[in-house]
């Protein structure tokens, strides 16, 4: 046989095309890298262990230019590169800021220094960093309508929400916008309109690192933790890493140490927190493929769905499983439905008799057979219930995106979204079946 041809010629070829796949690009040979690492110099920042470089799958991050041991520092980004509140307040927009009352709150002050920034274009000594952020964002709060409708109903609500206060503080910052004419040759309404706060919003909204808690008497008494971290925030989140991250009040950098290994040529990622799908999208614009972290939520309506109308005890159960913080974060996920929302159902699905035992439930006690069983296949409706609907918006996205061409990267949002809840529901009814037949044989 000739050599490589075998079976562990066969896997190594297998795992050599797969790194190949996700292997980047070095991107640090482009203009505005190279302008942001002198930038970087010239704040005493001078990086060793990344490069720039655009990946697969995720975009632009950084890569690893050696091998990188487990706890060690992968970041140290010095104070004078971060854009904090106190940045803007020692700018030229501080006189302003201090006279101006209702006292504006950090977030207006940060949003305010990147669309005056940004509209200094060459003049900016931030422009090495502007240059960089994205253009537009794919946070739900960019949205078209008619893709919002499309979003599972409580991501729906909340992406709406903070459209609506994103709406107020555009409408309520206008007077604090017309005192900055002075600083202006263009008038300030063509400067600070609605699209420019929109994208200083998501800039610090998906991009911000947290500092520990400030007070400055200029600024009104929100938490004032927010800090974007030029080339820092080019890292990638994975919820699948761990890294310690924080401010060393000593060396006054923000650090980032990884927790695990890494070998040379690999993308760096970091993780955002344990946050399920609807919150990535929600708050970052894009979704994780297999994040353990991802769920399906069961609302109150769905919980009474399939039970008997005829249970006089239904609104007591309903109020049991209140008293005792039963009635939310009540989810499907990769291992089936989670403890707490097969503990509410076999609460609501106890027999009239067995009612006086409901603490034992609470508690995880077996009640009887016919409880477990019933629960089970409460459980197994909802769930299949959820794949219907899911199979459902599937097919009206896959619609609109045959009709709505320019609609196309918010529809591949909506869809992955869907397709992962879809992926976690399937995996629920199987790990459901294989519970309801092994309840079976026992009995």
Request: net charge positive; aromatic share 10%.
């Amino acid at each position: 046989m000739r050599k490589g041809r075998g079976r562990t010629g066969r896997i190594r070829r297998r795992k050599l095309f797969r790194r190949s796949e996700s292997r980047g690009v070095n991107e640090s040979y482009k203009s505005e890298f190279i302008e942001l690492k002198k930038w970087l110099k010239d704040r005493a920042f001078e990086d060793r262990n990344l490069v720039p470089a655009r990946f697969p799958g995720t975009g632009r991050g950084l890569m690893s230019k050696t091998c990188l041991r487990e706890g060690q520092m992968i970041i140290s980004l010095p104070e004078s590169c971060l854009l904090t509140t106190d940045t803007v307040i020692g700018s030229y927009l501080g006189t302003y800021i201090a006279k101006w009352k209702p006292r504006p709150s950090p977030l207006l002050v940060l949003c305010t220094f990147l669309v005056s920034e940004k509209h200094a274009g060459n003049w900016s000594l931030w422009k090495p960093y502007l240059e960089i952020l994205p253009k537009t964002y794919t946070c739900p709060v960019c949205w078209e309508p008619e893709v919002l409708n499309l979003l599972p109903r409580p991501l729906r609500a909340k992406a709406e929400e903070q459209r609506a206060s994103l709406q107020e503080l555009f409408a309520s910052s206008r007077g604090f916008f017309s005192s900055l004419q002075p600083l202006f040759a263009e008038a300030v309404d063509s400067i600070f309109s609605h699209s420019a706060l929109l994208w200083a919003w998501c800039t610090v909204n998906t991009r911000a690192v947290y500092l520990r808690p400030r007070r400055r008497e200029c600024l009104s008494a929100e938490p004032d933790t927010c800090a974007l971290a030029p080339y820092l925030d080019l890292l990638n989140h994975s919820p699948h890493v761990q890294v310690e991250a924080a401010f060393n009040e000593e060396t006054r950098c923000y650090e980032i140490r990884t927790a695990s290994s890494l070998r040379k040529h690999e993308e760096v990622f970091i993780c955002y927190g344990p946050h399920d799908n609807q919150r990535l999208l929600l708050e970052y614009g894009f979704v994780a493929p297999h994040n353990p972290h991802a769920c399906v939520s069961v609302s109150r309506e769905m919980l009474v769905k399939y039970l008997p109308s005829t249970d006089k005890q239904m609104n007591k159960k309903i109020s049991i499983l209140k008293d005792h913080g039963f009635i939310e974060n009540l989810t499907f996920g990769w291992d089936g439905p989670s403890w707490r929302l097969l503990t509410a159902l076999k609460l609501l699905c106890l027999e009239a008799e067995k009612f006086p035992c409901w603490k034992k439930i609470l508690l995880g006690e077996v009640v009887s057979d016919i409880n477990e069983k019933t629960s089970l296949d409460v459980a197994q409706k909802i769930c299949c219930y959820f794949i219907e609907e899911t199979s459902a918006m599937l097919q009206k996205v896959s619609h609109m995106k045959e009709e709505k061409a320019s609609l196309l990267k918010q529809l591949a949002l909506v869809e992955t979204l869907w397709m992962e809840e879809l992926r976690i529901l399937r995996a629920s009814t199987e790990i459901l079946s294989r519970l309801q037949s092994h309840l079976t044989d026992v009995s």
